[in-house]
Every structure is written in C-alpha cells, then in structure tokens.
C-alpha cells in the first residue's frame, strides 16, 4: 500500500484545523514518543500559534513577547492540539529577561 501525496496532504489539514497553542517549560529531559506534554510547563507562555502549510507539511509559529514569561529558563516547547501536546523538543537554555522576545518555528513533516 502507498498513501498517496493527497492522503498525506488530507492528514497534514486534519492535523493543522486541530494545532491551536504553543507552550515553553524550564525542563531540559530529553523528548521521548510517550510524552504527553512539557515536562515543566510555564502557564504564563501557553500562547496561540500561526499556522501555515505546504505540500506535506506543517510549519508553526510561536512568540512570547518581551513583557512575557520573563525570570525563567527555557528548555523545551511543545505544540498544542486540543486534546494536548502533539510534539515537544528541547535546547539549550534561554534565560528569559524583558530584553529578549523568544520565537520557535517547529516544522511538521508527513512522511
């Protein structure tokens, strides 16, 4: 069996009508499939995300501004779906301060 580009394509929409937020934590724990979140989670950085798509993928785009989530170091991301996290990574650390607006572009593919 071969799912075709149009299936792929048909998944990568059911996937991206559902992607609502983005959300930063302070662990740095490596990501492993069975995570069903941010193992650290910040409540102040759960923000809405912007989507865009292309053939076969799915890019999202997260901002938290200078005035927001300030006094914490952030090493993981995760995008939201509105049962949870559908995908979380981790990076070396950010300190969070007013004088940094922090931006994560996370790229889905469908493979």
Known sequence: MVLT??????IRDLIDTDISQGQLGTDNTAPNATDTGLI???AATLKTVTTTTADKQ???EYSLATTEGNGNTYQEFETRVTSGGINRV???GIPKTSTIEMNVITTLFIK
């Open 5 to 10: 580009t149009q299936g792929k394509n048909f």
């Open 40 to 42: 650290s989670p910040i």
């Open 58 to 60: 799915i890019s999202i």
């Open 90 to 92: 981790t990076f070396v």
